[in-house]
């Protein structure tokens, strides 16, 4: 009799025991973590190491599994155009002496022969080009000492003016045809401000609410690629890019593809500024044009030139524009020259528009060229 009683305890024991067991894990299973809602599904909620924990230490929700958003880059808003140069109008001014040298001589109470001379010789110091000189000069001589035309400023304005070209074509062609984006082609050598434009126009277009994307071809120079990505996360443009070494025309291949996949309105192709033979330069462009259309039109190439490199400048302008059909120039640095000239011989030079100027090493530091209010900042007006 003791010994059943005993084993009816025994029994009610193990059986108290078995449902305060499965009690206990009922509970535990509701404690389960909730999957996070939607929008957190990338976000890991649990590092491996802590998969062993008791149900109770991961059920809490501790602060540190609060799924942080990833970090948004912050991108600039590049400036309009159109406040462009009334900022950067000064720093044009800053290099004209060319019209204020001109003004001061061209005021003189007799405009004798010596006065010409040195009329002509602060032309050409300021690289203006010997056969604009002589167009320039045989013009004002007329204009003032022949027919006696009393304002000086007036005159020298609107010969200058008629000198830097008021009608030539200065868009840019960013846009292409067929749905198929416009595609822009930099080329220019080493140091003249490649990169530094390319990135530039990205912002002017981005400005425009233009779609982007960008492609580093200059392949030779890592640095060259690291700048140009640096310029397209700023203001949050694609770029696509090549190893060091890499074939720059397979680089500008990708970045039309690129651009063509993703609907952009413009693909600009940074090029390798080595200056080396003229057939070698031949080839490299050649080559990257032809393999870029294949799939769109180049539809602008522009030049960059350095305004600070005088005849040298000049001498690399003319060897680019026979390698591949140069249909714009951007002149930059004019920021540190006194030599505005240049702008006048190198349009002659190649017989394509200056399009743009690059006024200093800021982001936005670009403008599209205004011939009037070039001339109007040389004379200082
Ligand atoms: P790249 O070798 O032709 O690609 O030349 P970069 O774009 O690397 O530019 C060479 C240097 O020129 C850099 O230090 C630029 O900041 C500078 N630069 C480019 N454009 C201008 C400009 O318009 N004004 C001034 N002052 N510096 C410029």
């Given at each position: 009799?003791?010994?059943?009683?005993?084993?009816?305890?025994?029994?009610?024991?193990?059986?108290?025991?078995?449902?305060?067991?499965?009690?206990?894990?009922?509970?535990?299973?509701?404690?389960?973590?909730?999957?996070?809602?939607?929008?957190?599904?990338?976000?890991?909620?649990?590092?491996?190491?802590?998969?062993?924990?008791?149900?109770?230490?991961?059920?809490?929700?501790?602060?540190?599994?609060?799924?942080?958003?990833?970090?948004?880059?912050?991108?600039?808003?590049?400036?309009?155009?159109?406040?462009?140069?009334?900022?950067?109008?000064?720093?044009?001014?800053?290099?004209?002496?060319?019209?204020?040298?001109?003004?001061?001589?061209?005021?003189?109470?007799?405009?004798?022969?010596?006065?010409?001379?040195?009329?002509?010789?602060?032309?050409?110091?300021?690289?203006?080009?010997?056969?604009?000189?002589?167009?320039?000069?045989?013009?004002?001589?007329?204009?003032?000492?022949?027919?006696?035309?009393?304002?000086?400023?007036?005159?020298?304005?609107?010969?200058?003016?008629?000198?830097?070209?008021?009608?030539?074509?200065?868009?840019?062609?960013?846009?292409?045809?067929?749905?198929?984006?416009?595609?822009?082609?930099?080329?220019?050598?080493?140091?003249?401000?490649?990169?530094?434009?390319?990135?530039?126009?990205?912002?002017?277009?981005?400005?425009?609410?233009?779609?982007?994307?960008?492609?580093?071809?200059?392949?030779?120079?890592?640095?060259?690629?690291?700048?140009?990505?640096?310029?397209?996360?700023?203001v949050g443009v694609d770029v696509v890019r090549g190893d060091e070494g890499a074939d720059p025309a397979s680089v500008a291949f990708r970045a039309v593809e690129a651009g063509i996949d993703a609907g952009a309105d413009t693909v600009i192709v940074d090029t390798a500024g080595r200056l080396q033979n003229k057939q070698g330069l031949m080839d490299e462009l050649g080559k990257v044009k032809r393999v870029i259309e294949k799939l769109a039109p180049v539809t602008?190439?522009?030049?960059?030139?350095?305004?600070?490199?005088?005849?040298?400048?000049?001498?690399?302008?003319?060897?680019?524009?026979?390698?591949?059909?140069?249909?714009?120039?951007?002149?930059?640095?004019?920021?540190?020259?006194?030599?505005?000239?240049?702008?006048?011989?190198?349009?002659?030079?190649?017989?394509?528009?200056?399009?743009?100027?690059?006024?200093?090493?800021?982001?936005?530091?670009?403008?599209?060229?205004?011939?009037?209010?070039?001339?109007?900042?040389?004379?200082?007006?």
């Open positions: 009799m003791d010994s059943l009683v005993l084993v009816i305890l025994l029994v009610a024991v193990v059986g108290l025991a078995l449902v305060g067991l499965v009690a206990g894990l009922v509970v535990s299973g509701r404690r389960k973590p909730q999957p996070l809602p939607d929008t957190h599904t990338d976000v890991v909620v649990s590092p491996p190491e802590e998969a062993g924990t008791t149900p109770t230490e991961v059920s809490a929700p501790p602060a540190t599994i609060e799924p942080e958003a990833p970090a948004a880059p912050t991108l600039e808003k590049p400036e309009g155009t159109a406040s462009r140069l009334v900022r950067l109008r000064q720093r044009l001014a800053d290099q004209g002496s060319l019209g204020r040298g001109l003004l001061a001589l061209l005021s003189r109470d007799k405009l004798d022969e010596d006065t010409w001379e040195s009329i002509e010789d602060t032309l050409l110091t300021a690289d203006v080009g010997v056969k604009p000189t002589t167009e320039l000069v045989e013009q004002l001589r007329t204009r003032l000492r022949v027919d006696g035309a009393s304002d000086p400023r007036t005159v020298l304005g609107e010969e200058l003016l008629q000198l830097v070209g008021p009608d030539l074509d200065r868009r840019l062609q960013v846009t292409g045809d067929d749905g198929k984006p416009g595609v822009v082609l930099v080329v220019g050598v080493n140091g003249a401000g490649k990169t530094t434009t390319v990135g530039k126009i990205s912002r002017i277009l981005v400005a425009e609410d233009r779609h982007v994307v960008l492609g580093a071809a200059d392949t030779f120079r890592a640095a060259a690629v690291e700048q140009l990505a640096t310029w397209g996360e700023r602008e190439v522009l030049l960059v030139l350095d305004a600070t490199t005088g005849q040298n400048g000049m001498i690399q302008a003319r060897v680019f524009s026979e390698a591949v059909d140069v249909s714009g120039i951007v002149l930059t640095k004019l920021d540190g020259s006194a030599k505005g000239g240049i702008v006048v011989a190198v349009q002659r030079e190649l017989g394509v528009p200056v399009k743009l100027v690059g006024l200093g090493e800021g982001a936005d530091d670009l403008a599209p060229f205004d011939p009037r209010a070039f001339v109007d900042a040389l004379l200082g007006g």
